[in-house]
């Protein structure tokens, strides 16, 4: 029967019986292992005979390569191969993993994208590994996204598919979410769609982050209150509290650490920031340090600016503060949570507070006059 030929309620009906009968043809076919030249060609000869299924999914990815083996009108021992491999994943044959591998190679967005989870707008479907679809929704929205529970919103939305996978998607449409993400997604709206296994990979980054943002937070208020604290008890008028003898460097080798500054400061360039290089002295100062070091281990540091009459906060204090970073710092610092103290200077000095921000190498060579 003609497409037009199909009235418009029972047309639903016939594409979704006719892309079943593919499939079971296609278990058929892979049943013993492989794929011949005549059952490629049978196939191909149904599809070219049935155009209602030919651009439904899975369908819609398995005729144009299909038809691109048999355009020489010979199946080659390669696109055999390839040609079972993309029937077995289409119909689950392998087992459920194979069949989110298809999903791989022509739903899921390649590559899947970086999630953040938070402010991001999900939707579930299929059997998921990490437990019940309510413990993955109560899993995204503690990590501050939000779940639309029954459809893929065409305004954005990231689809997860649950790496078990089910019977409600491993066969015929492969699921009304799935199949809907991909027509929405094809039309240009902000959907993605990605595997359970991806989601958790990063849900997992993302959870480490929110915590390590959480003990930053916590601890940089710590850190402000015990900055007002000292301002109401006169710690910081101008005169420096009681402190030890400043630490002895009369003895260290002036052309060494010299030469070793000038190699270290080709990592720092690395590090694309732009450093400040104010006059610097370390009394009546309050220092912040971050990152990792390499002329000194950041405990020596801090006994130095406390010995020499200045201070030492664990945060930027956006009231006064030098930020002081690592020379072995590492360049993805913007994602790290060390970086969160590098990103808290900058963005206090471009409000036009009083943070500077000062390389390993520039302290060492200002405070020890070389």
């Known amino acids: 029967m003609a ?6 309620y029972n047309k639903a009906a016939v594409t979704r019986r006719g892309v079943d009968e593919f499939l079971g043809l296609c278990k ?3 049943a013993d292992g492989s794929v011949c030249e005549p059952e490629a060609k049978f196939l191909l000869n149904w599809l070219e005979g049935n155009a209602l299924v030919q651009t439904e999914f ?43 591998n298809m999903s791989t190679g022509s739903a899921f ?24 679809r309510k413990a993955v929704k109560s899993y995204i929205e503690t990590l501050g996204g939000t779940v639309s529970d029954k459809t893929v919103l065409a305004s954005g939305c990231i689809l997860v598919v649950g790496c078990k996978g089910s019977d409600a998607w491993l066969h ?40 390590e943002r959480q003990a930053y937070e916590a601890e940089r208020q710590v850190d402000t209150r015990n900055a007002y604290r000292d301002i109401v008890q006169g710690k910081y008028d101008g005169e420096s509290p009681v402190q ?15 030469a070793g500054i000038e190699k270290l400061k080709a990592e720092e360039g690395k590090l694309g920031i732009e450093f400040d290089e104010p006059p610097l002295s370390l009394r009546g100062r309050t220092f912040c340090l971050t990152g990792t070091f390499a002329l000194a281990e950041r405990s020596k540091l801090e006994e130095l600016i406390v ?5 030492v906060a664990k945060s930027v204090v956006t009231r006064g503060c ?34 500077v921000v000062v390389s390993e190498t520039y302290f060492f060579l200002a405070i020890l006059g070389l």
């Open 3 to 8: 497409d037009e030929q199909i009235p418009g």
């Open 28 to 30: 058929g076919i892979i």
């Open 58 to 100: 899975p369908v819609s990815h398995i005729y144009p390569r299909l038809a691109e083996m048999l355009s020489g009108g010979t199946l080659s021992e390669a696109d055999a191969q390839a040609l079972l491999v993309l029937l077995q994943s289409a119909t689950g044959e392998q087992g459920q993993q194979a069949a989110v």
């Open 109 to 132: 967005d390649d590559p899947q994208p970086r999630l953040n989870i938070a402010g991001e707008v999900y939707c579930l479907t299929g059997d998921f590994a990490f437990g019940s």
């Open 172 to 211: 015929s449409t492969h699921g009304s979410k799935i199949k809907d993400a991909v027509d929405k997604r094809a039309k240009g709206c902000p959907v993605c769609i990605v595997s359970e296994e991806h989601f958790i990979n990063q849900a997992l980054n993302a959870e480490r982050r929110l915590k």
């Open 244 to 258: 030890p003898e400043p630490v002895k460097i009369d003895g260290i080798d002036r052309e060494a650490l010299r």
């Open 307 to 311: 010995a020499s009459g200045g201070a």
């Open 322 to 355: 030098i930020l002081v970073v690592g020379a072995e710092s590492s360049p993805r610092w913007k994602t790290s949570n060390r970086g969160r103290k590098i990103l808290d200077a900058l963005e206090a000095r471009a409000q036009g507070k009083p943070v």
